[in-house]
Nanobody
Framework: QLQLVESGGGLVEPGGSLRLSCTAS????????IGWFRQAPGKGREGVFSIGSRGGYTNYAESVKDRFTISRDNGKNTVYLQMNSLKPEDTGVYYC??????????????????????WGQGTQVTVSS
């Protein structure tokens, strides 16, 4: 079965950290760019961070600059999102998605959600005291 599985979400106090993982099964992530998205309650889904297939290019939302980082371990077929200095406004369901679109996959550029080939089921992140 071809799928992405996110893990690592949970409840954390403001200022805390979490590391999310996105692991692929049934296919090789080497040729895919990965995007992390989040959806806050009552809001649309937004792109948070993306990484190219070789890890050489990344893209991020201004709201997470200097707080979140992204990395990938193709040997483990996994992409990580390290989230530090978390704020209540970071609360939401976090999804990862894989894209094989040539530009997006290598250069980590954002494309329409419909162009992503695989989506995970999401993991809840709640930042609250």
């Amino acid at each position: 079965q071809l799928q992405l599985v996110e893990s690592g979400g949970g409840l954390v106090e403001p200022g805390g950290s979490l590391r999310l993982s996105c692991t692929a099964s049934g296919f090789n992530l080497d040729y895919y760019g990965i995007g992390w998205f989040r959806q806050a309650p009552g809001k649309g889904r937004e792109g948070v961070f993306s990484i190219g297939s070789r890890g050489g290019y990344t893209n991020y939302a201004e709201s997470v600059k200097d707080r979140f980082t992204i990395s990938r371990d193709n040997g483990k077929n996994t992409v990580y999102l390290q989230m530090n200095s978390l704020k209540p406004e970071d609360t939401g369901v976090y999804y990862c998605a894989a894209v094989q679109n040539p530009g997006a996959s290598f250069y980590a550029t954002w494309v329409r959600e419909s162009e992503y080939d695989y989506w995970g089921q999401g993991t809840q992140v709640t930042v609250s005291s």
